[in-house]
């Protein structure tokens, strides 16, 4: 009776072990599908604010080709992996752009480049807001299959472990910041 008791409860766990590696790796799925939305919401973006400002921005077309050919590799990405890159590469250039649009007052003025700017902006926060989710539930999926006991049953059933959504190498390094207070000459009169 008591070896029937224990032979129960090992398969009772196995099956809970088992049915809490499907779900976190369905939550996985999900977390990236909810980056997908975000990112497609950004994709439809790009070129209706590359449109908008291609014609005042003649002296940028290289910051403007950077973030339209990034788009595409998104777009075309063959994996999971390279498509990280290119949405790297994309955050990277959209960054140049919104910064470039900063210099130019016509730009900073039209009432189209402002509602794409903010609709840009509520999207990326948006994406970060996805992204650390889903690494959330890379975490947790990654660390059920390592540990002891549900590894085993992790590595019985083909359980792998996920890839963290990384940021660029760009967003690692330390911002320059200049605190120097320098006051400006008045003019005389």
């Known amino acids: 009776m008591i070896l029937l008791i224990i032979v129960v409860a090992i398969v009772g766990w196995a099956i809970f072990a088992y049915n809490r590696l499907v779900s976190l790796r369905n939550q996985v799925d999900n977390s990236w599908r909810q980056i ?3 990112l497609k919401r950004r994709h439809d973006l790009i070129p209706n604010l590359v449109e908008a400002v291609k014609g005042y921005m003649q002296f940028e ?36 752009l919104l910064a ?13 480049v402002l509602k794409l700017q903010e609709e840009l902006t509520t999207t990326e926060n948006q ?13 947790d999926l990654n660390t059920r299959i390592q540990s002891f006991p549900t590894n085993l049953i992790a590595d019985n059933f083909g359980f ?11 967003d690692a390094a330390v911002p320059k910041v200049d605190l120097s207070m320098t006051t400006p000459t008045a003019p005389r009169a």
């Open 36 to 38: 997908d939305v975000q």
């Open 61 to 96: 077309r290289d910051t403007l080709t950077q973030v339209v050919e990034a788009r595409a590799k998104a777009i075309s990405a063959p994996d999971q992996g390279a498509r990280m890159a290119a949405e790297n590469q994309i955050t990277t250039g959209l960054g140049r």
């Open 100 to 112: 470039v649009i900063e210099n130019y007052p016509q730009l900073k003025a039209d009432e189209n």
């Open 127 to 139: 994406i970060a807001f996805a992204r650390q989710s889903y690494n959330d539930v890379v975490l």
């Open 160 to 170: 792998k472990a996920a890839e963290y959504f990384k940021g660029a190498p760009e």
